[in-house]
């Protein structure tokens, strides 16, 4: 039974930044050297409809130490990597990219004109599991399951990438949660569609840290008076404290992605794209590049159709 709300303890919010060759985003946690949310090292949206913004993409580049979530709200990109594994990823879907060892992969437009617009988060691994061999799944837009909320309650809708919903008798889990491959810090992803005035609660872990991000709109967190706005373009950093969330949107309703997880509470040195535990680590990372050891293991993939 729910019996504390967690409420609002900072906010992040975004700034303009480009990265790739060049592709122009808002980047809310990470956005600074150090600030991150335990699991979570970086939350970048991008969302334009000026092909000169994405255009140039994200040409070959190397990963290694955790994960990259890329969610596709409009428009198309195509990844690539060392060994030639190809996925296309379109509106609604997602690519889940284990980078553990070691990858090179590329991530460019499917098109040259058009909106471009959704979000990548980079998930932290254990140091048990930074070295284990890349891993992908591409999810097509079919295979994530959309919940109708309770009209209510204000209606809307949630989309479950990662975690499990549950409204009335009916609960629906995301595509990520399977038995055949376990993820250590429990990741809950959920993309919320809330009209106006609309309510939506739901249960977070005891001890998992937990944000809010509103890509439309604005939204408030928290019942009573402790509730507090969740700006558009920010991402809303929620207390440790409390077994549920509860967000209200605002008078012209409100998008925004839950996200949530179990912290790691190990260190972090990060160098660009390699995230480890030490400095000896990253620097090693560093040799494997550029002696080609990074990517010397192979990356299977796990592949679905797309909508």
Do not use: C
Not at 140 to 166: D, H, R, W
């Amino acid at each position: 039974m729910n019996t504390q709300a967690r409420t609002l303890a900072r906010l992040i919010h975004s700034v303009e930044t480009s990265d790739g060759a060049g592709v122009k985003l808002r980047r809310s946690i990470g956005s600074q050297r150090g600030l991150y949310l335990d699991p979570f090292l970086m939350l970048d949206e991008f969302g334009t409809e000026n092909p000169d913004d994405y255009i140039a993409g994200f040409p070959p580049h190397p990963h290694r130490g955790f994960e990259t979530v890329t969610y596709m709200l409009d428009g198309r990109m195509q990844h690539q990597d060392h060994l030639g594994n190809v996925g296309d990823l379109g509106p609604g879907g997602v690519q889940w990219m284990t980078a553990g060892r070691g990858v090179v992969h590329s991530e460019m437009p499917l098109q040259e004109s058009g909106r471009m617009r959704g979000f990548q988060l980079w998930l932290n691994l254990p140091a048990k599991e930074k070295m284990k061999p890349a891993w992908y799944r591409d999810i097509g837009a079919t295979e994530i399951p959309s919940i109708g909320l309770p009209a209510a309650s204000g209606g809307g809708t949630v989309k479950v990438i990662s975690g499990t919903v549950t409204v009335g008798e009916l609960s629906l889990s995301g595509p990520m949660n399977t038995p055949e491959r376990p993820l250590s810090t429990d990741p809950l992803y959920l993309d919320l569609h809330l009209p106006a005035g609309a309510r939506f609660e739901h249960a977070l872990p005891a001890g998992h840290a937990a944000f809010a991000y509103a890509y439309e709109g604005e939204a408030k967190i928290g019942e009573g008076d402790a509730a507090r706005a969740l700006p558009h373009q920010s991402a809303g950093v929620l207390t440790d404290d409390g077994d549920h969330v509860v967000f209200t949107a605002g008078a012209e309703g409100a998008r925004l992605i839950l996200v949530a997880g179990k912290p790691l509470r190990e260190p972090i040195v990060q160098y660009g794209p390699f995230v480890m535990n030490t400095r000896e680590e990253i620097e090693q990372a560093i040799r494997d590049y550029q002696s080609g050891e990074l990517v010397s293991a192979q990356a299977p993939r796990e592949s679905r159709p797309h909508a």
